[in-house]
């Protein structure tokens, strides 16, 4: 059975950094995509970033040049190193693995407040 843990989360002042972790295991990690995802208050879920099995990535405009993602496929985990942290970015974040008997599979989440 797949299973994405996240990890990471927590109150940062804008301006600060965080690094997400999400640890997968039941799953061949290293052939699947990978990403994250947030979802504010009465917002909907969107794509925030994602690396393709062989490390290509791809960042919504919003966090473009502040956020990166990458993976371990030895640790089977992917980051999301997340910089330069406005209050906007404040939201729930969830990884992905895009693929497997189910389709798709989602971690529980992880909280990201921004807030002076």
């Known amino acids: 059975q797949v299973h994405l843990v996240e990890s990471g989360g927590g109150l940062v002042q804008p301006g600060g950094s965080l690094r997400l972790s999400c640890a997968a295991s039941g799953t061949i990690f290293s052939i699947y995509p990978m990403g994250w995802y947030r979802q504010a208050p009465q917002e909907q879920r969107e794509l925030v970033a994602s690396i393709s099995s062989g490390g290509n990535t791809n960042y919504a405009d919003s966090v473009k040049g502040r956020f990166t993602i990458s993976r371990d496929n030895v640790k089977n985990t992917v980051y999301l190193q997340m910089n330069s942290l406005k209050p906007e970015d404040t939201a729930v974040y969830y990884c992905?693995?895009?693929?497997?008997?189910?389709?798709?599979?989602w971690g529980q989440g992880t909280q990201v407040t921004v807030s002076s």
């Open positions: 992905k693995q895009s693929g497997g008997s189910k389709g798709a599979y």
